[in-house]
């Protein structure tokens, strides 16, 4: 069975920010990530990074087969499979290096926090985060749900909560798209612009 594809499209400056700090952020990390593996002894290799709904970390360092595991360090296996080095904390050693490790957080998945937008919504198989593509000078979201509740640009829901507890009526909001940020496209206008981007892409590299 397909799935229905949902496409937001924004051109908000606050969701503009957010992707313009995502980059930022990310080549931040990605230097500072170099650095940490240069003083943890590895230079020919680089970190596993783990993600689940928005949200990354590191989950290790890359391992190749017959390599010593060097100290502080022990495998990391998964279903009696080898995926990596990860900080051995039982020791003093691999709690130091997991304490330099947590020192360089991976940036979240923009995805996580996008004004307006949900960072997960409920399905039939657990919490789904949507596709995000950034073109043309927006930013487009897809959701592979059914339904998304909307909070209108106008109207009184926008200002619905579930409780007299403001920190409940924070909730409501943020598991709703706010189509004063928002607008649904048609996936004819989402797929086009994905063809033109894609073959812009194309032409550059010829």
């Not at 995502?22 to 590895?42: I, M, P, R, S, T």
């Not at 749900?145 to 909070?151: L, N, R, T």
């Amino acid at each position: 069975m397909t799935e229905k594809l949902i496409a937001y499209r924004s051109t908000h400056p606050d969701v503009l920010a957010t992707l313009a700090k995502y980059h930022a952020d990310v080549k931040q990390w990605q230097a500072d990530a170099a650095e940490l593996l240069k003083e943890l002894g590895f230079t020919d290799r680089g970190f596993l990074v783990g993600r689940g709904l928005g949200q990354r970390w590191i989950a290790g360092v890359e391992y190749r087969d017959g390599d010593p595991v060097p100290t502080g360090w022990r495998l990391r296996k998964r279903r009696g499979r080898v995926e990596g080095l990860t900080p051995h904390r039982g020791t003093q050693a691999g709690r130091a290096i997991a304490a330099q490790i947590q020192a360089c957080p991976v940036p979240d998945m923009p995805q996580a926090h996008l004004p307006g937008m949900p960072a997960d919504r409920p399905s039939d198989e657990g919490l789904r985060s949507p596709g995000l593509r950034e073109m043309a000078g927006a930013v487009y979201v897809t959701w592979t749900i059914d339904a998304i509740p909307e909070i209108p640009a106008d109207g009184p829901e926008r200002e619905e909560h579930l409780g007299d507890d403001e920190h409940w009526r924070t909730i409501r909001l943020v598991h709703h798209v706010d189509l004063a940020i928002w607008e649904r496209v048609p996936l004819s206008q989402y797929y086009a612009t994905v063809e033109a981007q894609d073959e812009a892409k194309a032409g550059e590299g010829q």
